[in-house]
């Protein structure tokens, strides 16, 4: 009995000590060890162009993620590429529901992920005075755009603008000069097509059925807007008065109609995938593109050979002229089922710190949200396109397709390819938004 109840007793010990030493082995191991993981889109943010032919370990992304962690110890990082970036709102929300979403995902900022509140969550107690002061574009973040209201996301930092770019050596050999003389009225912008046409090259390319790429959609959409600014715009998408009603949206309509017609767009620009590899290869005089494509152009091109210009100026008595569309479209949204909210905005906030765009900006052609940020930081070049961009992006107007409500939006890009080529007017596609509101 005696001998039983030793042995007894030593078991009691064993499994005790064994108990104490698993407490204490999750407690050296850490247990405020933090696992982030994290979406991003695999292109137009923090993954440029260049990058995606690199390594992962090479990205900017993937080495911030390696400096935050080296900050933070016993914090790691996962990142997660989401290769389809309008896809990723659908499977974000997905997740979301069934409480399994990222701690934060790269999505479209405005209506886009305004459309995801019940999967988003509230970070306004976590985001730093500092950097509510020095970052732009809160408002894109920040519910229906109310100030006051619930902020689910962090702006990215690459503010992205769109213009065009233009093959230096076709322009010349057009006869054209567009750093002396950049056509600015629709007038001259049109004769300037007509005379590239005649010299026997292409004028512009564009893939305007692939869906949200950056095609000829957002150069409609800045003249539609420039007219009469963003807010009767807004009005017609909360069903306070109507597209069919609106002038503005039918003429710069038409206008996007003319390029096709008259042949300044590649024929088959409604279903084309590969205008911006045309461009590339200099089989294209211009192209719609923006900050995102600026390096890929200088590469293939030579820097000498590729320039940038504003959209002309739609009308003489426009609202907004000399502007151009863009503004911080991206956002990284915290989830609803985040455990550690906290420490994920504080890798926001890392992201988006002074040191880290300037490091961002090594990698890409940048322009940057935050405000204390120079032209001289950046180490721009007076004359070259990043040092325009940076200029131009001073007088933006936010992208349209973010602030229009999902349903308006969708069938306003999937419809202007129809637009484009005449199987559809324009009256009947601002009739077709006016159906889409409230959806």
């Not at 943010?45 to 370990?57: M, N, T, V």
């Not at 590239?196 to 949200?212: R, T």
């Not at 008595?317 to 502007?323: G, T, V």
């Not at 911080?328 to 906030?349: D, F, I, T, Y």
């Amino acid at each position: 009995m005696k001998n039983k109840f030793q042995v007894f007793v030593s078991a009691i010990v064993i499994i005790a000590s064994l108990l104490l030493a698993t407490g204490c082995a999750g407690t050296s191991q850490g247990d405020d060890a933090v696992k982030l993981t994290v979406w991003v889109n695999g292109r137009d943010s923090f993954i440029g162009p260049s990058e995606q032919k690199l390594a992962q370990d090479q990205w900017y992304i993937s080495q911030a993620f390696k400096r935050f962690e080296a900050a933070n110890p016993g914090t790691t990082v996962e990142l997660v590429v989401q290769s389809d970036a309008l896809q990723a709102h659908q499977t974000f929300r997905t997740a979301g529901l069934a409480g399994n979403a990222p701690d934060s995902a790269n999505l479209w900022a405005g209506q886009f992920i305004f459309a995801l509140r019940e999967v988003t969550q509230d970070i306004t107690q976590y985001v730093p005075k500092e950097d509510l002061e020095q970052i732009n574009g809160w408002d894109t973040v920040t519910l229906d755009f109310k100030p006051g209201s619930p902020i689910i996301g962090y702006p990215v930092p690459n503010n992205q603008v769109c213009f065009f770019l233009y093959n230096k050596e076709i322009i010349k050999a057009a006869g054209l000069d567009f750093e002396a003389n950049p056509p600015r009225t629709m007038e001259e912008f049109m004769a300037a097509l007509e005379t590239i046409k005649n010299a026997g090259y292409q004028p512009m390319a564009a893939d305007e059925g692939q869906g949200y790429t950056y095609n000829f959609f957002y150069i409609a959409s800045y003249w539609w807007v420039q007219q009469n600014g963003l807010e009767p715009i807004l009005a017609e998408d909360a069903g306070q008065a109507n597209f069919a009603d609106d002038q503005a949206l039918l003429t710069a309509l038409n206008a996007y109609q003319d390029l096709y017609t008259k042949g300044y767009l590649n024929q088959d620009a409604a279903t084309s995938a590969d205008s911006w590899n045309k461009f590339l290869a200099g089989e294209v005089a211009m192209i719609p593109n923006g900050s995102f494509g600026v390096k890929d152009a200088q590469d293939a091109l030579g820097i000498e050979n590729v320039g940038a210009i504003l959209p002309p100026n739609i009308s003489s008595d426009a609202k907004i002229k000399d502007s151009l569309i863009g503004g911080p479209g991206q956002s990284m949204v915290v989830a609803k089922n985040s455990k550690n909210p906290e420490m994920m905005v504080k890798l926001l906030s890392f992201l988006n710190s002074k040191e880290e765009v300037l490091k961002l900006s090594e990698f890409q052609t940048i322009v940057p949200v935050r405000k204390d940020i120079s032209a001289e930081e950046l180490k721009l070049q007076p004359g070259t396109i990043a040092a325009q961009m940076f200029e131009w992006s001073q007088n933006y107007v936010f992208w349209v397709d973010n602030s229009l409500s999902p349903a308006v939006v969708d069938d306003f890009n999937k419809l202007l390819p129809l637009v484009l080529t005449g199987k559809m007017t324009p009256e009947e596609l601002a009739a077709q938004l006016d159906k889409d509101k409230g959806k």
